[in-house]
């Protein structure tokens, strides 16, 4: 053995040799370590939280070939839609992740932009012409969020009550609507043809601004302030239909969803609502009305409207994940045409393609023909000019309200109009 503290030239040279050695062992160590670490993540070597309602996550067997392709396992945490935002918010307050991606609805893209809780997306071209819904995801240029449950609103009527009344031809704008429901009551088909929720919650206000927009094509001005000359417009038609008996005065008091219900349930002859109705109004386990519903485009002032609304969800990668890379890949895979054609049919959900909605129409699984889904999915735009805001939630709140009050006959449209105005214009202000 060596002794290294008696100067001798032999001694020291060993030093060094030594000293050298464990560097060089030092150094293979770390470069094996970043080795494996490169093979693990070339692999895919990761697992990613997946946090959607149930009726949005793929199943295990997709689940599996997305794994088989990528390396990436996923863990779905299926979560009711009512808990998932308070989960979010409660996590993202103590700079966490409630999942690595999360569940976006388009009346939240706004509060969750602003609040950072979103990574943006980069969204090829293509895909933006093929999902029109990307729109309402964008802020100030970004993309923070991509559409996996088509909701857009699609027009239907009972064709057997017009029948009965002895009316042959759909109407195709709303002055042609109010004489067919004049026809249904005159003929005692149905008391109150019109199926439109009223009463003081989310809704009623989706429900007005499918109206505002699809008869008028403007319910907020480039500011964000109402445009109260197409609101009051909206406003005197539901009172005048109200009055008249169109529309049920106890949907003042109903749930929303309980209304749209109505078209499968033969409570009423027209609806504007969710688009799920299209296969649920021919199966007979939902519907009472089986072969009677079709669909129809939205009516608008001269003919058929030229738009309609998509409330969307969507999902988004949370701006605290620690699998970036891996949770960008899955949203990629999830939203590829064919991936989507498989999964739409694997847990039947409204693809948010339009060219998924047009291969299924082909094939006969989607129904075609006037104002169908394939027809409505091409003409999908947002009443938001700049953007859902970020103060949705308590616009949305006033707006129900006071149409709720209104319908209550506490304010007359003129009235509601004001008080819209001032309640919208004051939140656009405040937040501008």
């Known amino acids: 053995m060596f002794n290294f503290h008696s100067g001798s030239k032999a001694s020291k040279i060993a030093l060094m040799l030594l000293s050298l050695g464990l560097v060089f062992l030092l150094m293979a160590c770390q470069s094996k370590k970043e080795e494996v670490k490169e093979v693990k993540e070339e692999k895919g070597g990761n697992e ?5 309602p149930d009726y949005g996550l793929p199943p295990e067997d997709m689940l599996k070939e997305f794994k088989e392709e990528t390396g990436i396992t996923v863990k779905t945490l299926p979560t009711s839609w009512d808990d998932i935002k308070s989960k979010v918010s409660i996590a993202a307050a103590g700079k966490k992740a409630a999942a690595d991606i999360i569940e976006v609805d388009w009346s939240w893209i706004g ?52 029948k009965k009344a002895g009316l042959e031809t759909l109407p195709s704008k709303w002055s042609e609507l109010e004489n ?11 008391k109150n043809p019109m199926l439109y929720p009223l009463g003081a919650e989310e809704n009623a206000t989706t429900s007005f601004i499918t109206l505002v927009y699809t ?29 008249k008996g169109y529309i049920n005065p106890e949907t003042i008091s109903a749930d929303g969803g309980t209304v749209y219900k109505g078209i499968i349930n033969g409570n009423g002859a027209f609806l504007i609502g969710p688009t799920f109705y299209i296969t649920s109004a021919n199966d007979p386990k939902e519907s009472k009305v089986v072969g009677q519903i079709s669909t129809l485009p939205i009516p608008g002032k001269e003919g058929a409207s030229t738009k309609t609304v998509a409330f969307t969800e969507a999902m988004g990668i949370s701006t605290y994940s620690e699998n970036k890379e891996a949770a960008k ?42 104002g169908s889904l394939i027809e409505q999915a091409k003409i999908v735009g947002s009443p938001f000019p700049n953007g859902v805001p970020k103060y949705y939630t308590k616009m949305s709140t006033e707006i129900f309200n006071i149409i709720n009050q209104m319908a209550q006959r506490k304010l007359t449209p003129e009235q509601a109009a004001d008080q819209m105005e001032q309640k919208v214009n004051e939140l656009a202000k405040a937040n501008s």
């Open 329 to 370: 890949k899955f949203i990629e895979w999830v939203s590829r045409p064919e991936v989507q054609f498989k999964l739409s049919k694997a847990i039947n959900l409204t693809p948010t393609r339009t060219s998924v909605i047009q291969k299924m129409t082909d094939e006969g699984t989607i129904p075609g023909g006037p």
């Open 215 to 243: 008869r008028s094509g403007e319910v907020f001005n480039k500011d964000n302030t109402l445009n109260k000359a197409n609101a009051l417009e909206a406003l005197q038609m539901i009172k005048k239909y109200l009055d």
């Open 180 to 190: 067919v429901m004049d026809q249904l009551q005159a003929k005692d088909v149905i």
């Open 111 to 162: 509060e969750f932009q602003s609040a950072g809780w979103l990574e943006p997306l980069e969204i090829n071209e293509d895909t933006q012409k093929d999902i029109l819904s990307l729109d309402y995801f964008k802020v100030d240029g970004k993309y923070y969020a991509m559409p996996h449950f088509n909701d857009l609103r699609v027009a239907y009527i009972n064709k057997e009550m017009l």
């Open 48 to 52: 990613i939280t997946v946090m959607l």
